[in-house]
Protein backbone atom coordinates (compact mmCIF):
# COMPACT_ATOMS: atom_id res chain seq x y z
CA UNK A 1 0.00 0.00 0.00
CA UNK A 2 1.15 3.89 -0.58
CA UNK A 3 -0.19 6.48 0.89
CA UNK A 4 1.26 10.01 0.53
CA UNK A 5 0.64 13.11 2.98
CA UNK A 6 2.12 16.64 3.42
CA UNK A 7 3.98 16.92 6.67
CA UNK A 8 3.47 19.47 8.99
CA UNK A 9 6.99 21.88 10.63
CA UNK A 10 7.74 19.93 13.25
CA UNK A 11 7.51 16.19 10.96
CA UNK A 12 9.82 18.48 8.25
CA UNK A 13 12.40 18.69 10.80
CA UNK A 14 12.95 14.98 11.56
CA UNK A 15 12.79 14.55 7.47
CA UNK A 16 15.76 16.50 6.47
CA UNK A 17 17.67 14.25 9.16
CA UNK A 18 16.79 11.46 6.44
CA UNK A 19 19.38 10.57 4.07
CA UNK A 20 19.11 11.56 0.28
CA UNK A 21 18.68 9.49 -2.59
CA UNK A 22 18.57 11.24 -6.15
CA UNK A 23 17.08 9.33 -9.72
CA UNK A 24 17.61 10.63 -13.01
CA UNK A 25 14.09 9.76 -15.53
CA UNK A 26 14.04 6.38 -15.70
CA UNK A 27 11.70 3.22 -15.19
CA UNK A 28 12.65 0.29 -13.11
CA UNK A 29 10.84 -2.15 -10.74
CA UNK A 30 11.84 -1.51 -6.89
CA UNK A 31 11.10 -5.31 -4.49
CA UNK A 32 10.02 -2.98 -1.32
CA UNK A 33 12.19 -5.61 0.70
CA UNK A 34 11.75 -2.97 4.14
CA UNK A 35 8.99 -0.42 4.27
CA UNK A 36 9.92 3.02 3.26
CA UNK A 37 8.85 6.78 4.25
CA UNK A 38 9.94 9.36 2.14
CA UNK A 39 9.97 13.16 1.05
CA UNK A 40 9.97 14.44 -1.97
CA UNK A 41 12.30 17.56 -2.07
CA UNK A 42 11.82 18.28 -6.51
CA UNK A 43 10.99 16.17 -9.33
CA UNK A 44 8.03 14.21 -10.45
CA UNK A 45 7.35 10.18 -11.00
CA UNK A 46 4.54 7.48 -10.94
CA UNK A 47 4.56 4.72 -8.48
CA UNK A 48 2.51 1.64 -9.66
CA UNK A 49 1.69 -1.40 -7.38
CA UNK A 50 -1.09 -4.32 -7.59
CA UNK A 51 -2.39 -2.64 -4.40
CA UNK A 52 -2.56 0.92 -4.62
CA UNK A 53 -2.54 1.13 -8.70
CA UNK A 54 -0.84 4.62 -9.84
CA UNK A 55 -0.07 7.00 -7.71
CA UNK A 56 1.84 10.46 -8.76
CA UNK A 57 4.39 11.72 -6.19
CA UNK A 58 5.62 15.71 -6.41
CA UNK A 59 7.64 17.89 -4.29
CA UNK A 60 6.27 18.18 -0.94
CA UNK A 61 4.60 14.91 -0.80
CA UNK A 62 5.37 12.56 2.38
CA UNK A 63 4.92 9.08 0.85
CA UNK A 64 4.68 5.93 2.69
CA UNK A 65 5.72 2.55 0.65
CA UNK A 66 4.43 -0.82 2.81
CA UNK A 67 6.84 -3.66 2.32
CA UNK A 68 5.99 -7.01 0.40
CA UNK A 69 5.24 -5.34 -3.19
CA UNK A 70 6.68 -4.58 -6.01
CA UNK A 71 6.90 -1.18 -6.97
CA UNK A 72 7.32 0.15 -10.35
CA UNK A 73 8.56 3.46 -10.67
CA UNK A 74 8.38 5.90 -13.31
CA UNK A 75 10.57 9.02 -13.25
CA UNK A 76 9.45 11.51 -14.93
CA UNK A 77 11.86 14.62 -13.80
CA UNK A 78 14.90 14.07 -12.04
CA UNK A 79 13.55 13.07 -7.82
CA UNK A 80 15.72 14.18 -4.75
CA UNK A 81 14.07 12.68 -1.92
CA UNK A 82 14.90 12.43 1.69
CA UNK A 83 14.05 8.86 3.03
CA UNK A 84 14.03 6.02 5.69
CA UNK A 85 13.58 2.40 5.80
CA UNK A 86 11.45 1.02 9.07
CA UNK A 87 9.84 -1.98 10.39
Sequence with gaps: MITVEKPNAKKLEEIKKWAIWEKEPCSFDHDQVKSEAFYIVEGRAILTTTESGV????PGDLVT?????????EVLETVTKHF????
Design 55 to 58: TEIT
Design 65 to 73: VQHGQIVQW
Design 84 to 87: VFFE
